[in-house]
């Protein structure tokens, strides 16, 4: 399949599959996956993973950040329901509407300024009620006076069709006892509310609680739905350890462009953050920061060559960085070198250079650009290429 094989992820539509059933195996019988899809699919194209998810594994619900993600599975012909978790401007209800999006509602206010809206498009819309448990991001607060009131209020709009509602854990990645107690807190309020409202006579048929730390640290919680997102692509939310094995769902590569000799005292890259101190056998690969490779791990991360690890030396530059391949003969323009993934018996995680950079592996997903083309294999064979700048 023609691609430019200069900078590349390889997406592994078989790892995406098994995590899934790995995480419906975790959760209580009855519990339904969304999968979030938000940001592109975590970096891995959300046309593609939306299909996967939908077609080979049976979901019937994704959820995304904005109206423009969500539009962008319609144009793709993802037919299932989709959440919109965040804001979307109460200008665009007809939007919303017409191509069956449930919009999550974030307060009294905006509720009431999203039904005025459908009133003067003449349409109706589907909401799910985002209800703050203690992330104190968005929703209505679980614990504030008059909550329950205002979660009547915004029942009681003609025009929206409140299906859903839920909340979101901050910590539950955290297995102190601290941040076990806040997540334990965080669950019981929502329950309460829950209960609270069924005694208003008010029930909602979609609940959902878990997000991907939730799911692998709390699942006993039973609700209709649970929220998979960073497990679901392979990457534990944090550094604790996951009771269920994943499979890293993307693979980062690129390819040696040249390979140079250098002598004792030459500098290596912008800034000259560092000299060499010995003969050495620099490679030069196309990836950079522009690519999304954080200029962090200058001097700090390593990739595979060959089986090997070889150190990133010198600073990242914009589309290109150096390695260290000293140690690893006969290393020639053309071999394919492994950013994140497996190669023979070593491994790159995003997990290992987020802590290297000092951030966690979602962002760095996140970050791979799209002038990185994204190759979806199955069983080992290329199905499809994504090249966002060739249209």
């Known amino acids: 399949m023609e691609f430019l094989r200069r900078t590349w992820a390889e997406v592994r539509l078989d790892c995406l599959r098994r995590n899934l059933g790995r995480i419906a195996g975790h959760l209580p019988a009855g519990t339904r996956i969304m999968g ?12 593609y993973i939306a299909r996967e998810l939908t077609e080979a594994c049976g979901l019937d619900f994704l959820a995304v950040s904005n109206l423009e993600e969500a539009l962008s599975l319609r144009r793709a012909g993802i037919g ?20 069956r999006v449930t919009q999550a509602i974030l307060s009294l206010e905006y509720a009431r300024m999203l039904d005025d809206a459908c009133r003067k498009e003449h349409v109706r819309l589907q909401g799910h009620l985002k209800l703050d448990t203690g992330m104190g991001r968005i929703g209505i607060p ?24 839920f909340s979101h854990f901050s910590s539950a990645d955290a297995l102190d006892d601290a941040s076990a107690a806040y997540t334990r807190a965080q669950a019981e309020a929502f ?23 939730g799911i692998a640290f709390c699942p006993q919680l039973r609700y209709e739905y649970a ?3 960073i497990v679901m692509y392979g990457e534990p939310p944090s550094g604790e350890k996951l009771p269920f094995p994943l499979e890293p769902v993307m693979e980062l590569k690129t390819v040696v462009s040249m390979v140079k000799e250098i002598r004792p005292g030459a500098s290596v890259s912008y800034g000259r953050t560092f000299t060499a101190e010995r003969p050495m056998r620099i490679a030069t690969v196309p990836i950079g920061y522009a690519d999304g490779y954080p200029r962090l791990l200058s001097n700090r991360a390593s990739m595979l060559l060959r089986g090997r690890r070889v150190p990133v030396t010198g600073n990242v530059c914009m589309d290109q960085l150096m390695l260290d391949v000293t140690g690893v003969p006969d290393v020639q323009a053309g071999d394919v070198v492994t950013v994140v993934g497996r190669d023979g018996g070593e491994s790159v995680t995003f997990s290992e250079l987020a802590s290297l950079a000092g951030t966690i592996s979602y962002e760095l997903m996140c970050l791979i650009s799209r002038r990185v083309p994204r190759v979806y294999l199955r069983e080992g064979r290329e199905i499809a290429v994504v090249d966002y700048l060739q249209g």
């Open 227 to 229: 929220r998979a997102g």
């Open 36 to 47: 979030v899809v938000k940001a592109d699919g975590y970096g891995h194209g959300d046309r």
């Open 80 to 99: 299932c329901s989709l959440l919109i978790l965040g804001f979307t401007p109460v200008s665009h209800v007809r939007a919303l509407a017409e191509n």
């Open 142 to 165: 679980a614990d504030a006076p008059g909550s329950l009131e205002e979660i009547a209020a915004v029942c009681a709009l003609p025009r929206l069709d409140i299906s859903g509602i």
């Open 191 to 213: 329950q309460k509310t829950l209960d609270a409202l069924r005694q208003r006579g008010l029930e909602f048929p979609c609940r959902h609680l878990q997000n991907s730390a």
